[in-house]
């Protein structure tokens, strides 16, 4: 597996002259950051020469992810998906994450279809200082007729820039979407038994990725793999189905059956990206909407931690789409690298030399936390942010990486005593055993805050006077 390749093993292949164009002092450090996916072959320059060509495919074979990465493209916009090098997150972390794409159908009325589309456009939330948001649109041809869809094409692409997936099993309508696209990279979906010679020409012409959809049977998908592989088609994504309600079970066991072939036996006709289709919980469960809603939700978010590479939705509630992408954004951090801001002073509203001065850690669930309910209560201060390497107010104290010293340090150089008139910190409730180490090291009055940020407003209205904004 790749994991397991040491720098020893890359350093071999490397041109091993210490130049330093890759960023690197030496081409040893140059090759511990390939292992550890945090640099590209491409950029060592001298790797790239032709004379190294043969070193060059030594080390892509080396280091290639046992999935495939594929791009889709339009004039603006790009998304990547696949490209894992690991089965389990743990192992080094997951690369890209899951593009969600909403549906759209070719008989829908022109004003419905482009009111939908710019909902599914639009769709964007801010969270932990990140904004997530839906990444591809997926047009359905219902109307099974050409030149509906090439209008339905065109209709979404006068409204948005958003990448496509092209759904039919019709080569002759998928033909039509593509010539609307031209200089694009629609995913086109898809080849079955019965259309794949057809599909993969599309695939081929146009240069497009091309799914291969074989609900319930994987010795078929496997066997057109290894066909439009023949042929000359390497962009592919494979759609095993997706089967809501009582055969839930079977859906993921297929998906994680696909994945384990991948990583554990390196059967490289499975190593490609995993598409699920939350969106068939509309036509398998029976009831009513909100009983579909829920049960994509559920199909979804199974599927983001169960392998999944792409997903096609249906639904747009909220409280359906902004916990998947909440689950999303959380699954593809790495785990190596708490998700962190830079350290520093914050002025929060418009604060003046009696607002209080607060502090809190660089993780950025607990300073974006601490922001919201600051912010929320229209309170003006000044927030000092210290550098705990990404890590919580409890575990910076635990770990030792908030101490008295780096209170002091990150005091001093915010230049915040300048700022203000009073000498007064307030400190996180969770950091109280450090109040009086903090006060020795940096000659400021601690007062100890509250444990959750949330009640920030009734301390300050207690403990502060004249500090909340009106």
Same mark, same amino acid.
């Given at each position: 597996m790749a994991t397991s390749i040491s720098p020893t093993e890359i350093y071999k292949y490397l041109p091993r002259t210490n130049c330093g164009e890759c960023g690197e002092t030496t081409c040893m450090a140059f090759a511990v950051k390939l292992v550890n996916r945090e640099a590209f072959l491409q950029q060592c320059p001298p790797l790239m020469r032709p004379e190294f060509k043969e070193n060059f495919d030594k080390l892509w074979s080396m280091l290639k992810p046992p999935v495939r990465e594929i791009e889709l493209r339009s004039s603006a916009r790009s998304v990547k998906f696949g490209g894992e090098y690991v089965m389990f997150r743990h192992e080094l972390t997951y690369v890209n994450p899951d593009p969600i794409a909403i549906d759209v159908t070719d008989t829908m009325e022109k004003e419905a279809l482009i009111e939908r589309v710019k909902r599914i456009d639009e769709l964007s939330?801010?969270? #932990?200082?990140?904004?997530?948001?839906?990444? =591809? #649109? *997926? &047009?359905? +041809?219902?109307? !099974?007729d050409p030149e509906t869809f090439r209008s339905a094409v065109r209709t979404i692409r006068e409204n948005t820039d958003m990448p496509l997936i092209l759904c039919s099993f019709d080569p002759k309508v998928i033909e039509a979407g593509l010539e609307e696209l031209k200089g694009e990279r629609p995913l086109i979906y898809g080849a079955t038994k019965d259309n794949w010679a057809k599909m993969g020409e599309l695939a081929l012409k146009y240069n497009c990725p091309l799914v291969i959809y074989s609900p319930g049977d994987l010795d078929n998908l496997v066997s057109i793999v290894s066909t439009l592989r023949k042929y000359g088609v390497e962009d592919l994504a494979l759609d095993p189905g997706t089967f809501p309600g009582e055969y839930m079970h079977y859906t993921i066991n297929n998906f994680t059956m696909l994945r384990w072939k991948a990583f554990k036996d390196e059967e490289e006709l499975v190593g490609y990206p995993l598409v699920g289709s939350p969106i068939a919980c509309w036509w398998m469960i029976e009831g009513d909407e909100l009983t579909k809603n829920w049960w994509e939700a559920l199909v979804a978010s199974s599927l983001i931690v169960r392998y999944a590479d792409l997903l096609i939705?249906?639904? &747009?509630? $909220?409280? %359906?789409? =902004?916990? &998947?992408?909440?689950?999303?954004?959380n699954i593809y951090t790495d785990p190596?690298?708490? %998700? +962190? %801001?830079?350290? $520093? =002073?914050? !002025?929060?509203?418009?604060?003046?030399?009696?607002?209080?001065?607060?502090?809190t850690t660089n993780f950025a669930l607990t300073y974006y936390t601490v922001l919201s309910d600051i912010e929320s209560a229209k309170i003006d201060c000044f927030l000092l942010v210290v550098d705990t390497e990404g890590l919580s107010v409890e575990s910076a104290v635990a770990g030792r990486k908030l101490t008295a010293d780096e209170v002091a340090s990150a005091l001093k150089e915010s230049g915040v005593e300048n700022l203000v008139k009073h000498r007064k910190l307030i400190i996180p409730g969770r950091a109280a055993r450090l109040s009086g180490e903090?006060?020795? *090291?940096?000659?400021?009055?601690v007062l100890v805050g509250p444990?959750? +940020?949330? $009640?920030?407003?009734?301390? =300050?209205e207690e403990k502060w006077k004249g500090t909340a904004a009106s």
């Open positions: 939330y801010y969270y #932990i200082g990140r904004e997530i948001r839906l990444d =591809l #649109i *997926a &047009l359905r +041809s219902v109307s !099974k939705m249906h639904g &747009l509630e $909220g409280w %359906v789409l =902004l916990p &998947l992408l909440m689950l999303r954004e190596r690298k708490p %998700v +962190s %801001v830079d350290p $520093g =002073l914050r !002025k929060i509203g418009e604060p003046d030399e009696n607002s209080p001065v607060m502090m903090i006060e020795d *090291a940096t000659g400021w009055e444990m959750d +940020s949330s $009640g920030i407003p009734k301390f =300050l």
